[in-house]
């Protein structure tokens, strides 16, 4: 199934999780955000758990573009 979101990468800053968006989007790969209400939710527990998902069939191309310089990603399938 290539519809099925699986988490690339996971940070603990939306700023830096919206840059990395933002590259894969730039090279055609659609990404979303999840986990960045968290911090609202609650603001002093440091459970600030913004993951970037792409659809399955874009992963490997979405993982070429990770690498050189970025935070190591903690590859998942999403369980939702």
Known sequence: MDDKLITIAQYHDQFEAQILKDNLQAEGIKA???GENIHGLYPFSGMQNVQIQVFQ???ENAMQILEPGNIS???Q???N
């Open 77 to 79: 399938e999403d369980t």
């Open 32 to 34: 979303v955000i999840t």
């Open 57 to 59: 069939k874009d992963v």
């Open 73 to 75: 990603p903690d590859h």
